[in-house]
C-alpha cells in the first residue's frame, strides 16, 4: 500500500534520505523511529509530495500518480498539531472538509463520524479554539474516515498526549488499520509504538538501519533494542 524505493533527499551536501526501502502493507500500522534528525519528517513530505526527492519512487495505494497527487486522493496526513478553524465548531470543520471532497454530509453522518473518533458529544457543537490537542487529533481522523484513506501518514501523533488520550488514540488507529488502511507513524514514543505498530524501522542519518517484528518482541525490549543499536553506531 505505501512502496517507497530507493528514496533519495539531500539539503545541500546534506543527505537527509539515503536509499530508503520502505514497505507498509495494507492492515499494517508501522512505526518510524530515529533520534532527531534521521529524516523521519523529510521522508513523510517525500511521501505527501511536500518535499520533491532527489531519487526513487513512492507508490500509494497502487497509484501510478505522482506522490502529491496520489496522496490528495488517497491519504490522510495526522500532523502533531492538527490545524482546524478556530472559529468553526467540530461539527462544522468537518462539515466544511468534507464538501472540499465534494460531499454533502448529513448533521447525522458527521456525527456518527465523531463518535467513532470519541469526541466527547459536549464539544461537537464547540468552537474549536478551546479544543485540546487530543481533541484535534479526534477530528484529524474523522477527517480521514470520511475521505475513506487508504494510507494514513501520522508525524508524532502522540507526543504531549496524557496516558489516557494516548492509548485511546492507539486503539483509533488500530481500528483503522483493522478496516484496512496502511499507516506510518513517525514517532519517538517507543512505548507506543510497542503497544501499537505490527512493525517499526529505525531511521538514522537517513538509513533504515534496522526492522523489527514487534509481536516476536517482549516489553521493553523495543528500547533496548533501540538505545544498542544506536550505541552500536558510535
Ligand atoms: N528544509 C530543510 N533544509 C535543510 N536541511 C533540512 C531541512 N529539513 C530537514 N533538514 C535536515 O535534514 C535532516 C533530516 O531532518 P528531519 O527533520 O527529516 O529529521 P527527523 O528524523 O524528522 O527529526 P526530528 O525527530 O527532530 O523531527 C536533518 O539533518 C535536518 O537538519
Not at 84 to 102: A, H, Q
Not at 155 to 182: C, H, M, N, Q
Amino acid at each position: 500500500m505505501i512502496r517507497i524505493e530507493q528514496l533519495v533527499k539531500r539539503y545541500g551536501d546534506r543527505t537527509a534520505v539515503d536509499h530508503l526501502n520502505l514497505h507498509v502493507a495494507a492492515g499494517e500500522v508501522y512505526a518510524l523511529l530515529g533520534p532527531n534528525g534521521a529524516g523521519k519528517s523529510t521522508t513523510i513530505g517525500c511521501l505527501l509530495g511536500f518535499v520533491p526527492p532527489d531519487g526513487g519512487t513512492i507508490t500509494l495505494a497502487g497509484s501510478p500518480l505522482p506522490p502529491a497527487a496520489a496522496a490528495v486522493k488517497h491519504a490522510a496526513y495526522i500532523a502533531e498539531n492538527v490545524a482546524l478553524y478556530d472559529r468553526l465548531t467540530g461539527v462544522e470543520n468537518v462539515e466544511f472538509f468534507m464538501r472540499l471532497l465534494g460531499q454533502k454530509p448529513s448533521r447525522e453522518r458527521i456525527e456518527t463520524l465523531l463518535e467513532r473518533a470519541g469526541l466527547p458529544a459536549h464539544a461537537w457543537h464547540r468552537l474549536a479554539q478551546g479544543y485540546s490537542k487530543g481533541m484535534r487529533q479526534k477530528v484529524g481522523i474523522v477527517m480521514a474516515l470520511a475521505k475513506g484513506a487508504q494510507v494514513l501518514v501520522l508525524d508524532e501523533p502522540t507526543s504531549g498526549l496524557d496516558p489516557e488520550a494516548s492509548v485511546s488514540f492507539g486503539t483509533l488507529i488500530r481500528s483503522l488499520a483493522d478496516d484496512g488502511a496502511a499507516v506510518l507513524m513517525a514517532t519517538h514514543d517507543l512505548f507506543r509504538a510497542q503497544e501499537l505498530a505490527d512493525r517499526c524501522g529505525m531511521l538514522v542519518g537517513g538509513h533504515l538501519i534496522s526492522e523489527w517484528n514487534l509481536g516476536e518482541l517482549n516489553a521493553g525490549e523495543l528500547e533496548r533494542n533501540y538505545l544498542d543499536t544506536l550505541a552500536s553506531r558510535v
